[in-house]
T-cell receptor
Framework: DAGVIQSPRHEVTEMGQEVTLRCKPI?????LFWYRQTMMRGLELLIY????????DSGMPEDRFSAKMPNASFSTLKIQPSEPRDSAVYFC???????????????FGPGTRLTVT | EDQVTQSPEALRLQEGESSSLNCSYT??????LFWYRQDPGKGPEFLFT???AGEEKEKERLKATLTKKESFLHITAPKPEDSATYLC????????????FGSGTKLNVKP
């Protein structure tokens, strides 16, 4: 399997512009997670889905952020309008529900480095 | 307040010098505690999940243990390739669906 695929790998945009990050989870995985990582705040969970349904979005910073999962093989994280403080590395991860926790063995993508100027 | 604290922030070891990383948590309703390894410029890589106090898991030179308040990641005879940031995360909270991450321990193993 190709693993979790994220695009783009790098994104540079100006403040106020809309940004869309994309993720393709590992085929057959039930859970999909969006994270943000910065030096100041470390790794933060933004939202996660189970079978395409959002389970917990309490980590989404504010209304400027939205995430969708229209089908089992695709998810987007949108920021509109973007601000300089949104600059970070955004990771997508997926996992397969087993006998334990849904976050057992999360597989992370390579991340999207977002820079908002 | 639910939170996860990792210590030390950074650790320098000589190759072969065993040590332990600590992850303490004050999260109610623990559902699982997870250890990840992260190399620079890459996404975290899953290492272990622990579900209950007393549980232990091993993988090569790494061994993770769990008590009711903390977890340890023991590194035995580390090698330079073990250098990375090690992250601890806890799933729990009032509805067992919250995830809390520690800030990580940056490990540097010198040859």
């Amino acid at each position: 399997d190709a693993g979790v695929i994220q695009s783009p790998r790098h994104e540079v945009t100006e403040m106020g512009q809309e940004v869309t990050l994309r993720c393709k989870p590992i085929s057959g995985h039930d859970y999909l997670f969006w994270y943000r990582q910065t030096m100041m705040r470390g790794l933060e969970l933004l939202i996660y889905f189970n079978n395409n349904v959002p389970i917990d979005d309490s980590g989404m910073p504010e209304d400027r952020f939205s995430a969708k999962m229209p089908n089992a093989s695709f998810s987007t994280l949108k920021i509109q309008p973007s601000e300089p403080r949104d600059s970070a590395v955004y990771f997508c991860a997926s996992s397969l529900e087993g006998s334990g926790s849904p976050s057992d063995e999360q597989y992370f993508g390579p991340g999207t480095r977002l820079t908002v100027t | 307040e639910d939170q996860v604290t990792q210590s030390p922030e950074a650790l320098r070891l000589q190759e072969g010098e065993s040590s332990s990383l600590n992850c303490s948590y004050t999260v109610s309703g623990l559902r699982g505690l997870f250890w990840y390894r992260q190399d620079p410029g890459k996404g975290p890589e899953f290492l272990f999940t622990l579900y209950s106090a007393g549980e232990e898991k091993e993988k090569e030179r790494l061994k993770a243990t769990l008590t009711k308040k903390e977890s340890f990641l023991h590194i035995t005879a580390p090698k330079p390739e073990d250098s990375a940031t090690y992250l601890c995360a806890v799933q729990g909270g009032y509805n067992f669906n919250k995830f809390y991450f520690g800030s990580g321990t940056k490990l540097n193993v010198k040859p």
